[in-house]
């Protein structure tokens, strides 16, 4: 199968072009094909443009065990509508995806239900060095330095001096600090105002432990991301990457603060916590001047009904697979950034970080993952369009302009007009962890 895309506007890794892509199977086999190239399809897309497929390095899909929230097919078919053409998904499910035989049931039931590509995180126990050590078919190792699930919590120096010390896949960490939260906690034991989340989960429970991190990271020189950097103080710590630091922002951080409670309640409840909007500021200053590399969603489903239990017995997390890339081009179409750096933060760098062959740039040999976005085109959120099984969004009745109007996965048209094909198969995710990650030489 030969499809021919037409007079887009191509976003390239070092220009944006008026060109056409030619596609053949699952690569992109030109960029610029001759004219009168033969193809099964051709797609006009003048007045549109083209992008690598979203990379969301952060996901929480929620199966095994928890799908009365999401599953995999729910939560794929809201990547394709969205334009996320990978997922590397959290290992939080039920059970934990702690072992290497539980990396392989959640591939086997991504390759059975998943509509766009899929990559599994192994989780860091306690008690799992050995299995660490020995992973495959992963992204790398996810340590929760705070509060977590079943026995996912990481606290002891020991444990994480040995997890840095001796396994050599890349490592991410949920970081924020158990002491503090604790403390805090108590604190406010007596409190049913979601407001005081942030108080619990405040700055210092941030910085402590992403600080500790990056010395575990620095002083055993391994490859370590910072997962949803929620506070200005810790874009500082970030400076100084040594080649092994790599960070991301999550699109909440970046565009609600604590300012948003009154009008979202524990809709805005979410782990790290909701911060000021000068941490905000700072979070996007990181992001420009490349502290930050990565934007990602957490994409964390409750249903409505569990989050309409008082706090704080409401769980943290929200769902925003379905609409990261439009509401970062509604940013560019305000003039907060370009779609050149939309691309880098979205599709670029997380394939760089995480070492996916054939991922994030639109360049002969690639993978075709592709997607068409119409910048024009306004549209309000809305939560009875959500594909995502939750069922609601926390920008739901806001206007965005910009959006994606048909996405390709391994050459197949995953998602086109308002239509998720839902006979396409995503791939499993490939890693070529000798690379070296994002500050490796290309």
């Known amino acids: ?67 009365h929230k999401e599953d995999l097919r729910t939560a794929s078919r809201a990547c394709a509508k969205g334009g996320v053409t990978t997922f590397l998904e959290m290992p939080n499910t039920v059970p934990n995806a702690t072992t290497q035989e539980r990396i392989n049931e959640k591939l086997a039931l991504a390759a059975e239900k998943s509509v766009v590509n899929y990559g599994f995180y192994i989780g860091a ?17 996810k340590i929760f330095i705070g509060s977590s ?15 840095f010390a001796e396994t050599t896949l890349p490592i991410c960490a949920h970081c924020e600090d158990e002491t503090t939260v604790r403390a805090n906690a108590e604190r406010y034991r007596d409190s049913t105002d979601v407001a005081d989340h942030s108080r619990v989960r405040d700055v210092a429970a941030a910085v402590t432990a992403t600080r500790r991190a990056l010395d575990l990271a620095r002083r055993h020189k ?29 699109l909440h951080h970046l565009l609600l603060s604590v300012d948003d409670y009154p009008r979202l309640g524990t809709l805005a409840q979410m782990n790290p916590s909701l911060k000021t909007t000068a941490d905000a500021q700072r979070i996007w200053e990181a992001l420009a001047d490349g502290r930050i590399q990565v934007i990602a969603t957490d994409h964390a489903p409750h249903t409505l009904e569990e989050k309409a239990v008082p706090y704080p017995r409401s769980p943290s997390g929200m769902p925003n697979v379905e609409n990261s890339l439009a509401l970062m081009l509604d940013q560019v179409h305000r003039g907060r950034c370009t779609l050149s750096q939309v691309v880098h933060w979205m599709c670029d760098a997380p394939a760089r970080v995480w070492d996916l062959v ?27 369009d959500q594909l995502t099984k939750c069922g ?3 920008w739901d009745g806001v206007e965005l302009t910009g959006w994606p109007v048909s996405t390709w996965v391994a050459g197949q048209v995953a998602y086109r007009d308002g239509v998720v094909c839902d006979n396409c198969h995503g791939q499993e995710a490939v890693y070529d962890h000798a690379r070296g990650g994002y500050w490796a030489t290309p």
């Open 1 to 67: 199968m030969k499809t021919l895309i037409k007079n887009a506007t191509v976003v390239l890794p070092d220009e944006v072009l008026r060109t056409s892509v030619l596609v053949e199977g699952t690569k992109i086999a030109a960029v610029d094909p001759a004219i009168h190239v033969a193809a099964d399809e051709t797609v006009d897309a003048a007045g549109l443009h083209l992008i690598p497929g979203v990379i969301d390095d952060q996901v929480h899909f929620r199966e095994p065990g928890l799908t």
């Open 125 to 141: 126990t306690p008690q799992n060095l050995a299995d660490l050590k020995s992973a495959a078919r992963t992204p790398g190792i």
């Open 149 to 163: 699930t079943g026995d996912l919590l990481v606290d002891d120096q020991d444990v994480l001096e040995a997890i």
């Open 222 to 250: 391994h490859r370590f991301h910072v997962l949803h950097v929620s506070t200005g103080d810790e874009t500082d710590l970030l400076a100084d990457h040594g080649g092994v630091i790599t960070a991301e922002a999550c």
């Open 358 to 384: 054939g991922k994030g740039r639109i360049a002969p040999g690639y993978d075709a993952d592709l997607v068409l976005l119409d910048l024009q085109k306004s549209a309000v959120v809305r939560n009875q």
């Open 392 to 394: 609601w969004s926390a």
